[in-house]
Nanobody, 115 residues
Framework: QVQVVESGGGLVQLGGSLRLSCTVTGGTFSLYTIRWYRQAPGEQRVPVGTLTSDGTTNYLDSVKGRFTISRDNAKETAYLQMNNLSPDDTGVYYC?????????WGQGTQVTVSS
């Protein structure tokens, strides 16, 4: 059974940085395409970036140049490096291997950016 655990969120000031982690266990991590999502208060969960098994990335326009997804297959972990954060980045961040339907969701990690 695939399980997902996100961590690394917190409270950060405008312009600050955070690195989120996403550990996926129970399968072959190196084969997964990992997608990060953000759910702002009162809004739907939206994708912010994707990293394929071969290293291809794509990002939501509003985070391009600020967010970077990476992975360490040996640790079965993906990362979301977030720089130059703004209050619009506030929300619960989730990750998921999109190779599965339905997605195996974790509990998410809260990111709050204060102005």
């Amino acid at each position: 059974q695939v399980q997902v655990v996100e961590s690394g969120g917190g409270l950060v000031q405008l312009g600050g940085s955070l690195r989120l982690s996403c550990t996926v266990t129970g399968g072959t991590f190196s084969l997964y395409t990992i997608r990060w999502y953000r759910q702002a208060p009162g809004e739907q969960r939206v994708p912010v970036g994707t990293l394929t098994s071969d290293g291809t990335t794509n990002y939501l326009d509003s985070v391009k140049g600020r967010f970077t997804i990476s992975r360490d297959n040996a640790k079965e972990t993906a990362y979301l490096q977030m720089n130059n954060l703004s209050p619009d980045d506030t929300g619960v961040y989730y990750c998921a291997p999109i190779n599965f339907s339905p997605r195996p969701w974790g509990q998410g990690t809260q990111v709050t950016v204060s102005s």
